[in-house]
C-alpha cells in the first residue's frame, strides 16, 4: 500500500473529471423539455428554491427561444444561478417539488435548462445588467464567495461602490475551490466570477484575509457599512489517537489542492477511508476513487435514514465503487513509522432523538478494523470561532448572530451565508447576499 500522486494516465484523469451532468446536445433538446412543463400557476418548483428563480417564466422563455429573457430572470434572482445549475441538490428542491413527481413521471429537468440559459450569458458575457447612478456610498465586503458577491452585485446595480477582500487568490469561495471537479471547472467559476463583475462598481482585492491584511476596524472607518461573507473553513477535530500521522487529510484540503494544482500532483493511497457522509465527504470519496485509489470505504456513525448527503450523492458514490460501512464511529487511527495503516471504528448503535431531530449514535462496545493507507476527514467544518470572537462579534460557538435586519451587534457590520447559518447550500448563501444588500441600502438611505 502506498500513497502516490500521478497514478493515472492524462487521458483517464479527463475522463475520470468530465462533467457528470452534461448539457443538452442541441436546442431541439432543449425545446423538447422546456415543452413539457405545466407552466403550474404557484408554482412549487419556485416556492422550493431559496433564491425564488420564476421557474416556470424562465422555461417558457426558453420554449418561445427568448434565451437572454430567461437568462436575465434566472439570473436576477440568482446571480450565481450559473453555478448553481451544476452543484444544486435539486432532488431535494425545485426538481423535487415538480408535480410529474405526482405523476410518476420524471421531472423537469429544471438545473439542465438553467444550465442552457445562463451558459449562454456567462460565455458570451452578455450585459444583462445596469447600474444606477452612483450614490458616493462605499461598502466593503468580506470574502468573494456566494454570499459575498451575490451582496456585492445588489450593491452595485443600486449604485454603491463595492470593494471584496478575499483571502484566495480567487474568488468564488467553495464553489472554486471546495466542490467536485466534475461538478464545476475551475474555469467556469472564474467565468462566472467575471461575469457577476462585468457589471462595474465592485472591485475585488485578493489575498487579503481578515485579521491578518485588514482588520475590521480598517474597514469600519473606511467605508460606509461592512458586510462579512467569511463562510466556515475550519476542519472539524476528530480528537481521537493518531489523527496527526501522516496520511490522515482533511476533506476541503484534499478536494482544494485537487482544485488548485491538478489531477496527477495530488497524492491518493490505495486504500483509502473516508469520514463522514455530508456533500464534503461524497466529493472526497468519488475524487479519490477517480485519481486512482483501489479501494474507498465512506464511514458513517449513523444509518442511511439520517444521513445529510442526499440519495442522488450517495448513489454516485455507489457507482464510483465506493463502499459504505454503517453504524461506526472512528475510535483511533493506528500506524507505523509515522504514516497511517489502520482505522479502528466502533460499532454504534441509534439511541434516543438528539437536538436535531436524529437519533444518537451510541456506542456497542465492539470495534472493527480497517486497513487503510489514507483516511480523508469530511466530519464537518467549524466557524471562525478566534476570529469572530477577536473582533468582539457576538456569536454562537463560531456562528455569527445577526438580527431580522442581517446587522451584528456592531452597527454598520452585518453579515450572512455559511459564517451565521453553519453551512448551507450555495443557493441558500446567495439568497443571504441578496438579503444582506438590502439591509444595508437600507441602512446607507438613513
Same mark, same amino acid.
Request: aromatic residues 6%; hydrophobic residues 35%; contains cysteine.
Given at each position: 500500500?502506498?500513497?502516490?500522486?500521478?497514478?493515472?494516465?492524462?487521458?483517464?484523469?479527463?475522463?475520470?473529471?468530465?462533467?457528470?451532468?452534461?448539457?443538452?446536445?442541441?436546442?431541439?433538446?432543449?425545446?423538447?423539455?422546456?415543452?413539457?412543463?405545466?407552466?403550474?400557476?404557484?408554482?412549487?418548483?419556485?416556492?422550493?428554491?431559496?433564491?425564488?428563480?420564476?421557474?416556470?417564466?424562465?422555461?417558457?422563455?426558453?420554449?418561445?427561444?427568448?434565451?437572454?429573457?430567461?437568462?436575465?430572470?434566472?439570473?436576477?434572482?440568482?446571480?450565481?444561478?450559473?453555478?448553481?445549475?451544476?452543484?444544486?441538490?435539486?432532488?431535494?428542491?425545485?426538481?423535487?417539488?415538480?408535480?410529474?413527481?405526482?405523476?410518476?413521471?420524471?421531472?423537469?429537468?429544471?438545473?439542465?435548462?438553467?444550465?442552457?440559459?445562463?451558459?449562454?450569458?456567462?460565455?458570451?458575457?452578455?450585459?444583462?445588467?445596469?447600474?444606477?447612478?452612483?450614490?458616493?456610498?462605499?461598502?466593503?465586503?468580506?470574502?468573494?464567495?456566494?454570499?459575498?458577491?451575490?451582496?456585492?452585485?445588489?450593491?452595485?446595480?443600486?449604485?454603491?461602490?463595492?470593494?471584496?477582500?478575499?483571502?484566495?487568490?480567487?474568488?468564488?469561495?467553495?464553489?472554486?475551490?471546495?466542490?467536485?471537479?466534475?461538478?464545476?471547472?475551475?474555469?467556469?467559476?472564474?467565468?462566472?466570477?467575471?461575469?457577476?463583475?462585468?457589471?462595474?462598481?465592485?472591485?475585488?482585492?485578493?489575498?487579503?484575509?481578515?485579521?491578518?491584511?485588514?482588520?475590521?476596524?480598517?474597514?469600519?472607518?473606511?467605508?460606509?457599512?461592512?458586510?462579512?461573507?467569511?463562510?466556515?473553513?475550519?476542519?472539524?477535530?476528530?480528537?481521537?489517537?493518531?489523527?496527526?500521522?501522516?496520511?490522515?487529510?482533511?476533506?476541503?484540503?484534499?478536494?482544494?489542492?485537487?482544485?488548485?494544482?491538478?489531477?496527477?500532483?495530488?497524492?491518493?493511497?490505495?486504500?483509502?477511508?473516508?469520514?463522514?457522509? !455530508?456533500?464534503?465527504?461524497?466529493?472526497? =470519496?468519488? %475524487? #479519490?476513487?477517480?485519481? /486512482? +485509489?483501489?479501494?474507498?470505504?465512506?464511514?458513517? $456513525?449513523?444509518?442511511?435514514?439520517?444521513?445529510?448527503?442526499?440519495?442522488?450523492?450517495?448513489?454516485?458514490?455507489?457507482?464510483?465503487?465506493?463502499?459504505?460501512?454503517?453504524?461506526?464511529?472512528?475510535?483511533?487511527?493506528?500506524?507505523?513509522?509515522?504514516?497511517?495503516?489502520?482505522?479502528?471504528?466502533?460499532?454504534?448503535?441509534?439511541?434516543?432523538?438528539?437536538?436535531?431531530?436524529?437519533?444518537?449514535?451510541?456506542?456497542?462496545?465492539?470495534?472493527?478494523?480497517?486497513?487503510?493507507?489514507?483516511?480523508?476527514?469530511?466530519?464537518?467544518?467549524?466557524?471562525?470561532?478566534?476570529?469572530?470572537?477577536?473582533?468582539?462579534?457576538?456569536?454562537?460557538?463560531?456562528?455569527?448572530?445577526?438580527?431580522?435586519?442581517?446587522?451584528?451587534?456592531?452597527?454598520?457590520?452585518?453579515?450572512?451565508?455559511?459564517?451565521?447559518? !453553519?453551512?448551507?447550500?450555495?443557493?441558500? =448563501?446567495? %439568497? #443571504?447576499?441578496?438579503? /444582506? +444588500?438590502?439591509?444595508?441600502?437600507?441602512?446607507? $438611505?438613513?
Amino acid at each position: 500500500m502506498s500513497i502516490k500522486n500521478n497514478r493515472l494516465t492524462a487521458e483517464q484523469y479527463e475522463q475520470n473529471f468530465s462533467d457528470i451532468h452534461p448539457p443538452f446536445e442541441n436546442r431541439e433538446a432543449a425545446l423538447v423539455e422546456a415543452n413539457r412543463c405545466l407552466f403550474c400557476y404557484d408554482a412549487p418548483c419556485t416556492k422550493s428554491c431559496p433564491t425564488s428563480i420564476n421557474i416556470p417564466k424562465f422555461i417558457k422563455q426558453i420554449s418561445t427561444d427568448n434565451i437572454k429573457g430567461s437568462a436575465y430572470t434566472i439570473l436576477d434572482a440568482n446571480i450565481m444561478g450559473g453555478g448553481c445549475s451544476k452543484v444544486c441538490p435539486v432532488e431535494k428542491l425545485c426538481e423535487g417539488s415538480c408535480v410529474y413527481n405526482l405523476l410518476d413521471e420524471p421531472p423537469i429537468p429544471i438545473a439542465k435548462l438553467q444550465r442552457y440559459s445562463t451558459e449562454k450569458a456567462i460565455a458570451a458575457q452578455w450585459p444583462l445588467f445596469q447600474r444606477k447612478p452612483s450614490t458616493g456610498k462605499k461598502v466593503a465586503i468580506v470574502g468573494a464567495g456566494p454570499a459575498g458577491l451575490s451582496c456585492a452585485h445588489v450593491l452595485s446595480r443600486e449604485g454603491v461602490e463595492v470593494t471584496i477582500y478575499e483571502k484566495e487568490s480567487k474568488g468564488g469561495g467553495l464553489m472554486t475551490y471546495g466542490i467536485a471537479a466534475y461538478k464545476v471547472t475551475p474555469q467556469f467559476c472564474d467565468d462566472e466570477v467575471k461575469f457577476i463583475t462585468s457589471l462595474g462598481g465592485i472591485h475585488i482585492k485578493y489575498e487579503q484575509e481578515l485579521g491578518r491584511n485588514v482588520t475590521l476596524a480598517e474597514l469600519q472607518a473606511n467605508y460606509d457599512a461592512v458586510y462579512l461573507g467569511i463562510g466556515v473553513g475550519v476542519a472539524r477535530s476528530l480528537d481521537i489517537p493518531g489523527e496527526e500521522l501522516a496520511g490522515v487529510e482533511d476533506a476541503l484540503r484534499f478536494i482544494y489542492d485537487i482544485r488548485e494544482k491538478g489531477y496527477p500532483s495530488v497524492p491518493v493511497g490505495d486504500k483509502v477511508a473516508v469520514i463522514g457522509l !455530508g456533500m464534503t465527504a461524497i466529493d472526497a =470519496a468519488t %475524487q #479519490a476513487k477517480r485519481l /486512482g +485509489a483501489k479501494e474507498v470505504t465512506i464511514v458513517y $456513525r449513523r444509518t442511511q435514514a439520517e444521513m445529510p448527503s442526499t440519495e442522488v450523492e450517495l448513489n454516485l458514490a455507489k457507482l464510483d465503487g465506493c463502499s459504505i460501512i454503517w453504524l461506526a464511529s472512528p475510535k483511533e487511527v493506528r500506524g507505523e513509522n509515522g504514516r497511517v495503516t489502520q482505522l479502528i471504528c466502533n460499532v454504534m448503535e441509534l439511541g434516543v432523538p438528539d437536538t436535531s431531530g436524529r437519533r444518537t449514535p451510541v456506542e456497542t462496545g465492539e470495534t472493527i478494523a480497517l486497513d487503510v493507507d489514507m483516511v480523508i476527514k469530511a466530519a464537518g467544518q467549524i466557524p471562525y470561532e478566534d476570529l469572530v470572537q477577536d473582533n468582539q462579534l457576538t456569536h454562537w460557538y463560531g456562528k455569527l448572530v445577526i438580527n431580522e435586519n442581517c446587522e451584528t451587534n456592531i452597527p454598520g457590520v452585518f453579515a450572512g451565508g455559511d459564517c451565521v447559518n !453553519g453551512g448551507k447550500e450555495v443557493v441558500d =448563501a446567495v %439568497q #443571504a447576499g441578496k438579503d /444582506g +444588500a438590502r439591509a444595508i441600502l437600507g441602512f446607507l $438611505r438613513k
